[in-house]
């Protein structure tokens, strides 16, 4: 399956949350999804219910890697990333395994997820950002979306309610400048 990235669309989602729509994204990165399940179970076990903590798996897969660097480079004023093997980490959750902590990405400059079988409207599984204990905003995942965002914003996943394996995809990028978003001008 082909991406079509010359319809790729941007939603500024708040000044430092920002969502790009790539036509067939989730059924591409779908069929990655049991060899990712399998890697991540033999890593972290298949019952991660009485964990408060366990690890995204880094994959490496240059044509995956590389949607995400074409993104950056086609919407943010950046530099070349410091890192010249930078692998993506692979999170799973659902209604029984899951853990919900706020974190960061940082050292690193720009943070981006995207998600495989995300959870359904009033199924739980959105992302909550915190910016302010006053404004914490959520979004629910949708398919054929990922969300980008400066490394240092906390959010954490939010519980769901479904047994559906949801398969978070997290990449992260160095940036030896602050990134300026070329559509908004948001700077990070």
Known sequence: MLLDFNNIS???IDSFIHAYHIPFLHDYLLSFSEEWIEIFENKNGTNQRKKTQFEN???NNEKVDNLF????HNYYLIDKTWVINNPFGIYIQDKDSNISAYH???PNTIASTTYINPPLENEGGEIQFY???IYQPKILPQKDFIY????WLMHRPLPQTTNQKRICINWSYNSSKRPTHKLTGDRW
Do not use: G, R, S, V
Request: hydrophobic content about 50%.
């Open 10 to 12: 941007f939603k500024k």
């Open 57 to 59: 798996i880094l994959i």
């Open 69 to 72: 660097t074409q993104i950056l």
């Open 104 to 106: 960061n990405h940082t």
């Open 131 to 133: 910016l302010h204990e």
């Open 148 to 151: 980008i965002f400066p490394a």
